[in-house]
């Protein structure tokens, strides 16, 4: 088993679609990178990955397990581990695992990914993954033509709930605890999608399907999926020590860590964000670009890095006093 060594061009923190193809991207630099994960996958409930070029349905351990081959393949290596810390600054970061493993990297790249929080609703964490389901090109398919129920629970209701309806007749929303503005209503009712008043207590269920949705006043609306927008948590406590803390995102959807769009750069030099930390509602496909691209931005920035101090030692060895010391040395000059 390979052991983590005492120091990296990068560590790449998170396993995921994100964290894999920027190690690609860097282990085809022939940079030295680790790659270190938590092994708490966010889309590990899922049956299949949908959506991903030329790899459409495949289950998402196996995505992974290529990932990890393709990575090893050239030289990157791959740890389990949970990080827990990191501290130090560009060209010199101590990266901390929870087990009291330590190394230290010239860059960070954080594609720790998020975690989904459920609204406290009995039986929607049961079914996440199957017949719970938040995103439609993620997993619409697998619910098309079925009794859809849409739980209220973000800004983004109502947009969930119009996208949701072009995969089946059978959609209402449930009001359940968020409010949604006349036109928001407007345009439901202009679809024939119906708003159901009251909160919801729970997700009946038999066999292991989804059969209803219970409200407070004890009435079930027969459903066969739910879709729910969950609150996104970016798993990035471990860079408090850095002086990154998660913000709310633009979109209300959860929290993150603000990253440049293009290049994943963060507000802390020698440190890049990629996949769902930084931008949440990227699928497995624009994760993986957007690591892939990090990767590219990053080695990018460490040959620059590299040939500005080879250029500095150059100009010292070879500046006017350098080479007047140099030629005094071949003379013999013994006062030197």
């Given amino acids: 088993m ?12 998170g396993g995921g ?11 085809r630099s022939r940079r030295s990178v680790a790659v270190i994960d938590a092994g708490q996958p966010r889309n590990a409930p899922a049956d299949a990955v949908h959506g991903l070029f030329a790899r459409e349905g495949t289950p998402p351990a196996e995505l992974i397990a290529r990932g990890q081959e393709e990575v090893r393949s050239y030289g990157g290596e ?3 581990g949970e990080v827990s810390d990191v501290v130090g600054s560009v060209d010199d970061f101590e990266v901390r695992l929870s087990d009291g493993r330590t190394t230290r990297a010239r860059r960070i790249l954080v594609t720790a990914g998020v975690v989904d929080k459920l609204p406290p609703v009995p039986g929607l964490a049961e079914q996440w993954g199957h017949g719970v389901v938040h995103c439609p090109y993620c997993h619409g398919w697998e619910v098309r033509d079925r009794a859809i129920g849409v739980l209220a629970t973000s800004p983004m209701t109502a947009h969930q709930a119009l996208l949701f309806r072009q ?6 929303v449930f009001s359940h605890q968020a409010a949604l503005d006349e036109e928001e209503l407007e345009k439901l009712a202009a679809l024939r999608i119906r708003v159901i008043e009251g909160k919801v207590t729970a997700v009946e269920q038999s066999a292991g399907a989804i059969t209803g949705v219970r409200l407070a006043d004890g009435t079930v609306v027969a459903r066969e999926a739910i ?14 020590g850095l002086g990154l803390t998660p913000t709310e995102h ?11 769009a293009i290049t994943g750069k963060t507000a802390v030099p020698g440190v890049w964000a990629a996949g769902n930390v930084t931008d949440m509602a990227a699928q497995v496909g624009p994760a993986a670009a957007a690591g892939g691209q990090a990767g590219a931005v990053i080695n990018a920035d460490l040959v620059m890095s590299d040939a500005a101090r080879a250029l500095a030692e150059y100009r010292d060895v070879f500046s006017p006093a350098s080479e007047a010391r140099v030629g005094r040395i ?6 030197l």
């Fill in 2 to 13: 390979t052991e983590l060594k005492d120091s990296y061009d990068v560590v790449v923190i």
């Fill in 17 to 27: 679609a994100a964290g894999l193809n920027g190690a690609l991207m860097l282990a």
């Fill in 78 to 80: 791959m740890f389990s």
């Fill in 167 to 172: 995969l089946s007749d059978d959609v209402v």
């Fill in 227 to 240: 879709a729910v927008a969950t609150q996104m948590v970016a798993r990035a406590g471990f860079l408090s």
């Fill in 250 to 260: 633009p979109s209300g959807m959860g929290v993150h860590i603000p990253a440049e």
């Fill in 330 to 335: 071949i003379a013999g000059d013994r006062s």
